[in-house]
């Protein structure tokens, strides 16, 4: 039934670390993002794909590296982890751009980097 | 880059009583959406105002888009506790990415029994 499910949900890990957030969606949607919410709940965008093809990405470090296997996931993997890293990840689909660009939202991942 | 301001940041209420949140854009924007986060939870989409002074209500809730396409609202009637919850808007640029949204740094309302 879930829309747009997140794999885990949480994560509790040491600073060096390489982590990887799972996400998929079963709405038959076209494009797929990532958002990071930090403490202070701010949502920004860090990736886009649509049908597989990256569509946005925005000042992100390189340690970050989304991929999207098909078009129903999207997985995120984080190279050599650190403090600032802590936040709320959010996976979302929408059906495609432009006005129909509402975002389904997965249940998020709570990264703790130690 | 495109900015999204919204207020306030925080709002508390007594049940009852009326709450609004503004939002406004550093340039113009071809729609406007709307989602609401438990507290939590995750961003829910709850509404998307595409025209040039469009007025759109849910039940409660009631959401304008201004004419210039730069502001918006949501102005919630009579609140209750199950209002409680961030809620933010989210721009989509003019002539920008078709598919990115810039979102406010939301509104916390905090509902009194």
């Known amino acids: 039934d879930t829309a747009v499910s997140q794999t885990p949900k949480y994560l509790v890990t040491q600073m060096g670390n390489d982590k990887s957030i799972k996400c998929e969606q079963n709405?038959?949607?076209?494009?797929m993002y990532w958002y990071k919410q930090d403490s202070k709940k701010f949502l920004k965008i860090m990736f886009s794909y649509n049908n597989k093809e990256l569509i946005i990405n925005e000042t992100v470090p390189n340690r970050f590296s989304p991929k999207s296997p098909d078009k129903a996931h999207l997985n995120l993997h984080i190279n050599s982890l650190e403090l600032g890293d802590s936040a709320v990840y959010f996976c979302?689909?929408?059906?495609?751009?432009?006005?129909?660009?509402?975002?389904?939202f997965g249940p998020g991942t709570r990264l703790t980097v130690l | 880059g495109q900015q999204v301001m919204q207020i306030p940041q925080y709002q508390h209420v007594q049940e009852g009583e009326d709450f609004t949140t503004y939002c406004n854009s550093s340039?113009?924007?071809?729609?406007i959406q709307w989602y609401k986060q438990r507290p939590g939870g995750h961003p829910v989409f709850l509404i998307q105002?595409?025209?040039?002074?469009e007025v759109k209500k849910q039940k409660r809730l009631t959401f304008q888009f201004g004419e210039a396409k730069k502001n918006s609202s949501l102005h919630i009637t009579a609140t209750q506790t199950t209002d409680v919850g961030t809620y933010f808007c989210?721009?989509?640029?003019?002539?920008?990415?078709?598919?990115?949204?810039?979102f406010g740094k939301g509104t916390l309302l905090t509902v009194n029994p």
């Open positions: 989210a721009g989509q640029n003019s002539g920008g990415s078709n598919y990115k949204l810039t």
């Open positions: 340039t113009t924007l071809s729609n």
């Open positions: 979302a689909s929408s059906p495609r751009g432009g006005t129909h660009n509402e975002q389904f």
């Open positions: 709405l038959g949607h076209d494009t």
């Open positions: 105002l595409v025209k040039s002074g």
